[in-house]
């Protein structure tokens, strides 16, 4: 079993960075693909990214791409979200998800989730 806690959400300008991390516990975390969602007020849970387990495999939104970097690190039980040029629409809640499939990239696929860290992008 795998806990995740995400982290490294706040208020940003548009235009702006920010890195956010989910610390994941448990001895098999390198076993786990892992992706990255984001849910903003009113709307449906969205895929951002997704990285496979050795780090080998990488998927992004095409909202995304270009602007995010998913990455991990695996002796230290971590996976990142770096995310430039942050626009508005940007904000939300983001998630981190971990799953068995190195390719998932639906909701459904993923068997554990963080609670979440909140990104808020301002004008």
């Known amino acids: 079993q795998v806990q995740l806690v995400e982290s490294g959400g706040g208020l940003v300008q548009a235009g702006g960075s920010l890195r956010l991390s989910c610390e994941a516990s448990?001895?098999?975390?390198?076993?786990?693909?892992v992706a990255w969602f984001r849910q903003a007020p009113g709307k449906e849970r969205e895929f951002l990214a997704a990285?496979?387990?050795?780090?080998?495999?990488?998927n992004y939104a095409d909202s995304v791409k270009g602007r995010f970097t998913i990455s991990r690190d695996n002796a230290n039980n971590m996976v990142y979200l770096r995310m430039n040029s942050l626009k508005i629409e940007d904000t939300a809640v983001y998630y981190c998800?971990?799953?068995?499939?190195?390719?998932?990239?639906?909701?459904?696929?993923?068997?554990?989730w963080g609670r979440g860290t909140q990104v808020t992008v301002s004008s």
């Open positions: 998800a971990a799953g068995s499939n190195s390719y998932s990239t639906r909701e459904y696929q993923f068997d554990y």
């Open positions: 448990g001895r098999t975390f390198s076993r786990y693909a």
């Open positions: 990285i496979s387990q050795s780090g080998g495999i990488i």
